[in-house]
């Protein structure tokens, strides 16, 4: 995931640091509790999210001043306390994507709710520590981002209140590890796993008696979204060999192509094969144009390399491609889309795509946790920016259930059109 620092903030978010403002919701952050680690420095101080400059005409009458015995407003029924390393070097740009979706969704529902951001650092002690205070002083966290931090909150033992993660925790390997969360928490960070995991079940239900091949390059998310998918087809008991290919053009990848291409054709006779490409954009156009369109290919949201109301740049060689996306990514008009505004890149910049869907999930999680935190349902189903979400809160040991369905498109004339859903 490309990680670039961007300069959003909308005016429309001034509600939002109005209300923060009157009510004392948005804090800064606090030293961690004395003794975290013998001789650790103190976690770096909280970077609060910077306030929204308001542009009024020459002619605005001046503030008036504040009246001292007016009705004090309500207690909030819901105290969230928000935890990303918004001054990390690697992970700043995507904190802040976060922060600016959390922060939109706020704004467009404030009502019961007091929201504080804590900026976690890049270690994974300090995230423990700021996670204990925002314990005591909140209903639910949503937080850390980093697998390391979550990992690291989940050994400390101490998850006793609503928490939602932004990623898996990290297992022994140094990959996202799958394995039960405590009853407390759930994680909604966005997938590569399970995006493979639906483009899985989607291609065995259109091609049920074909050989697939997961073709994929040397980068870590690339194996992992093929191993996902292999192993999901493998549940339905169809089979899947995996193909590697060389990431740099030139003469490596020439030479795996033709392998590839042997491949399919000596499969071609027994069973129509098709090809799940965990590849980035460019080298899957590179590939599938040195293997022709005559194998069905199905890939994750990393062939998409446009945001939804920009222009993009047609991809004939992609034509054929059917992917899952994000809504916020694919569709501009329709539902819950219309109520949040799109972020601008920053000077000339086009939009990223990356990014973009981090702004996507900040706003689900704002509304996923905020439904939590207000008790008003059990199990409810959510149209959100980041897919149509399902979630059911069970008591004891069951924890959280969260699913996200993500929406099929595919390329037609080089540009991304909308599918039935499989």
Not at 55 to 82: C, D, F, G, H, K
Not at 207 to 221: C, D, F, L
Not at 259 to 265: A, G, N, S
Request: hydrophobic share 45%; glycine share 10%; charged share 15%.
């Amino acid at each position: 995931m490309r990680c670039r620092s961007v300069g959003w903030w909308m005016v429309g978010y001034m509600a939002a640091a109005l209300l923060l403002a009157g009510a004392g919701g948005c804090s800064t952050g606090s030293a961690p509790p004395a003794g975290l680690a013998r001789g650790a420095a103190p976690p770096p101080a909280a970077t609060p999210a910077p306030a929204p400059q308001a542009i009024l005409p020459s002619s605005a009458p001046e503030t008036p001043p504040l009246v001292q015995n007016r009705p004090q407003p309500t207690a909030p029924a819901a105290r969230m306390t928000l935890l990303l390393p918004l001054g990390s070097a690697t992970l700043g740009g995507a904190a802040r994507a976060i922060r600016d979706g959390f922060m939109a969704g706020f704004a467009h529902e404030p009502e019961a709710v007091a929201v504080s951001i804590r900026d976690t650092g890049e270690r994974p002690e300090d995230a423990v520590a700021y996670y204990q205070q925002a314990l005591a002083a909140s209903d639910i966290v949503i937080g850390p981002l980093q697998r390391q931090a979550v990992a690291a909150i989940v050994r400390s033992g101490h998850v006793d209140k609503p928490t939602l993660a932004l990623n898996l925790p990290e297992g022994a390997n140094g990959e996202p590890s799958e394995e039960a969360l405590p009853a407390n928490m759930l994680s909604m960070g966005l997938s590569v796993e399970e995006e493979a995991r639906q483009v899985a079940r989607w291609a065995s239900s259109d091609y049920p008696n074909g050989t697939a091949y997961a073709v994929y390059g040397q980068t870590s998310w690339q194996r992992r979204a093929a191993r996902a998918f292999a192993a999901q087809r493998l549940s339905l008991g169809l089979p899947t060999k995996l193909a590697e290919v060389s990431s740099t053009s030139g003469d490596a990848r020439i030479g795996d192509l033709v392998k590839l291409q042997m491949r399919l054709q000596a499969e071609a006779p027994a069973a129509a094969p098709l090809l799940f490409v965990a590849l980035d954009f460019d080298s899957a156009r590179e590939v599938l144009a040195g293997l022709g369109q005559t194998v069905p290919a199905y890939g994750i949201s990393q062939l998409n390399p446009n945001v939804a109301g920009s222009a993009p740049e047609p991809a004939p060689e992609m034509n054929g491609v059917r992917l899952l996306d994000i809504p916020w990514q694919v569709q501009t008009g329709q539902g819950a889309l219309l109520a949040y505004p799109r972020p601008l890149p920053a000077g000339e910049g086009k939009p990223d795509p990356d990014l973009a869907r981090l702004y996507a999930l900040g706003v689900d999680g704002y509304r996923v946790a905020r439904a939590i935190a207000l008790k008003k349902e059990t199990v409810f189903m959510l149209d959100g920016l980041s897919g149509k979400l399902s979630l059911r809160l069970e008591p004891g040991p069951g924890g959280f259930h969260f699913e996200r369905l993500e929406v099929p498109v595919i390329y037609r004339d080089g540009l991304i059109q909308p599918l039935p859903a499989p």
